[in-house]
Nanobody, 127 residues
Framework: DVQLVESGGGSVQTGGSLRLSCAVS????????MGWFRQSPGKAREGIAA??????FYRDSVKGRFTVSLDAAANTFHLQMNSVKPEDTAMYYC???????????????????????WGQGTQVTVS
């Protein structure tokens, strides 16, 4: 099985930065799509980014502000959040599934139903 442990959430002011981390229990970087999701109260969980093999995909609302990266030596994925806005306030989750992040074209693995392994979530509050 695969365990994901998140860290790095907290409170930040509008325009500030925050980095979330997701440590993966097994060495999966070469075989897995890593996704980042967020969920606000009363809203559905939305995919905001995905990453595999050095290629990242982003939801339009975070494109240009958020960056996904991989520390392969530590088997840890990061979500760097810059220029944060109050609407970025949410519980953030990392998720993982084996296989590609995309099958081509504009589609990428942004649906929560396409991921089997999940972190516990970390709260981000922007004020």
């Amino acid at each position: 099985d695969v365990q994901l442990v998140e860290s790095g959430g907290g409170s930040v002011q509008t325009g500030g930065s925050l980095r979330l981390s997701c440590a993966v229990s097994r060495h999966t970087a070469s075989r897995a799509c890593m996704g980042w999701f967020r969920q606000s109260p009363g809203k559905a969980r939305e995919g905001i980014a995905a990453f595999r093999d050095g290629t990242a995909f982003y939801r339009d609302s975070v494109k240009g502000r958020f960056t996904v990266s991989l520390d392969a030596a530590a088997n840890t994925f990061h979500l760097q959040m810059n220029s944060v806005k109050p609407e970025d306030t949410a519980m953030y989750y990392c998720a993982l599934d084996f296989g590609p992040c995309t099958t081509g074209g504009a589609w990428w693995r942004s649906s929560a139903s396409l991921y089997h392994f999940w972190g516990q979530g970390t709260q981000v509050t922007v004020s």
